[in-house]
């Protein structure tokens, strides 16, 4: 049986907003579980050329005024990934396989743009508004009872934020030519690497 929430509740939350300090909060928040698990490079050489080479792209951007964090996880995986806030992580795997420096910067780049568009807030506002959309829905109606239905919901949910996913993506790349190129670095090596 689903517990009946107030309508004015529901409202409220979907129209919540996520301000720049709970961004920062919950970037380190998940940024200290990933670092607990996931095998990050110590290597001061290592990790102070890669905050480096992201602080030279970052300090470029809109969002300038945060204190980034890049890190190098030590995987042959070829791949990188952004908390919000200001946390980056590129994989060993990434780095191997970048033949220029303009790959690697153009991949830092990226993720970069990802923060600066703050995409993983927006996406957990999306995901809020939704939650509250369907708790409204179930709440009024008994639809929500079937098993069959709350798959249908999941499903639609998952195809619905997937083309925001694709859109995040370009969009990342675009701010990764500009702010590369702001930096000084060539962002001929954003297409060349992916």
Known sequence: MIRKIPIFLLLALAGC??????????????????????????DPAIA????GL??????????SDLEWHFYVVNTKDVNAFALPGGF??????????????????GTLGHEI???VERHSVKEMQKAQKANAGVAVVCTLTSICN????????QVGGSALF????????????SEAVVNVARAGYSPQGIPDLF
């Open 146 to 153: 079937s098993g069959l239905a709350q798959a249908a919901v």
């Open 113 to 115: 743009g990802h923060v």
């Open 17 to 42: 907003s996520v301000s720049q300090d709970q961004e920062v909060e919950l970037g380190r928040q998940n940024a200290d579980e990933i670092n607990a698990h996931l095998p990050i490079v110590t």
């Open 48 to 51: 102070g050329y890669i905050q």
């Open 162 to 173: 997937s083309k925001y996913s694709r859109q995040d993506e370009l969009q990342a790349d």
């Open 54 to 63: 992201g602080e030279s792209i970052a300090k470029k951007t809109s969002r």
């Open 88 to 105: 980056v992580y590129v994989n060993r795997g990434l780095i191997e396989s970048a033949d220029r420096l303009d790959e690697l910067t």
